[in-house]
T-cell receptor, first 115, second 114 residues
Framework: AQKVTQAQTEISVVEKEDVTLDCVYETRDTTYYLFWYKQPPSGELVFLIRRNSFDEQNEISGRYSWNFQKSTSSFNFTITASQVVDSAVYFCALSEARGNEKLTFGTGTRLTIIP | DTGVSQDPRHKITKRGQNVTFRCDPISEHNRLYWYRQTLGQGPEFLTYFQNEAQLEKSRLLSDRFSAERPKGSFSTLEIQRTEQGDSAMYLC????????????FGPGTRLTVL
């Protein structure tokens, strides 16, 4: 069975601070995919990144960066120089490469950026 | 490129009534997924289609729930004899079938059962 844990339920930081959202996953598969989605107050899930289990290179996209460590089964997400528009609920998700690719989500981290 | 659309966006119904939701995927996507999200939780998988074939259903999907995708394009999710516990956001997502491709989500249908 697969599982995603986001231990941080809520985080608040002052604008321009850096913030890291933690994600720990469990799977028995050797091939799997990890995702981050953002859910702003409007409710629509917005895709941010996908990573496969064979690619442990960290990735940076503007103010966003992701740190994937198979040794600790973690896929953490860092926002640098946070902005008010970053306020949202962020979900980490896992899919196993068995053909259906259904996503297993964590419970999400609500991030509030204080102006 | 038009995204995933869902209709209605909000639905309020009385317990015991039937409701139907519609999802229109991104046009070239042949996979379509339904998820349910309750307050404070992450989305949970309900079912998915590849073209018109329903390939998997979660045990969360009771006999009161039925989903169809008759022509491999839009999909409907029907809930019969609604219960208060069905109150949730129902999310639809679509993807290509090409190895593992990213699922793109619609805005969701928020169901409130009184």
């Amino acid at each position: 069975a697969q599982k995603v844990t986001q231990a941080q339920t809520e985080i608040s930081v002052v604008e321009k601070e850096d913030v890291t959202l933690d994600c720990v996953y469990e799977t028995r598969d050797t091939t799997y995919y990890l995702f981050w989605y953002k859910q702003p107050p409007s409710g629509e899930l917005v895709f941010l990144i996908r990573r496969n289990s064979f690619d442990e290179q960290n990735e940076i996209s503007g103010r966003y960066s992701w740190n994937f460590q198979k040794s600790t089964s973690s896929f953490n997400f860092t926002i640098t120089a946070s902005q008010v528009v970053d306020s949202a609920v962020y979900f980490c998700a896992l899919s196993e490469a068995r053909g259906n690719e259904k996503l297993t989500f964590g419970t999400g981290t609500r991030l509030t950026i204080i102006p | 490129d038009t995204g995933v659309s869902q209709d209605p966006r909000h639905k309020i119904t009385k317990r015991g009534q039937n409701v139907t939701f519609r999802c229109d995927p991104i046009s070239e996507h042949n996979r379509l997924y339904w998820y349910r999200q309750t307050l404070g939780q992450g989305p949970e998988f309900l079912t998915y289609f590849q073209n018109e074939a329903q390939l998997e259903k979660s045990r969360l999907l009771s006999d009161r729930f039925s989903a169809e995708r008759p022509k491999g394009s839009f999909s409907t999710l029907e809930i019969q004899r609604t219960e208060q516990g069905d109150s949730a956001m129902y999310l639809c997502a679509s993807s290509r079938y090409r190895g593992t491709d990213t699922q793109y989500f619609g805005p969701g249908t928020r169901l409130t059962v009184l």
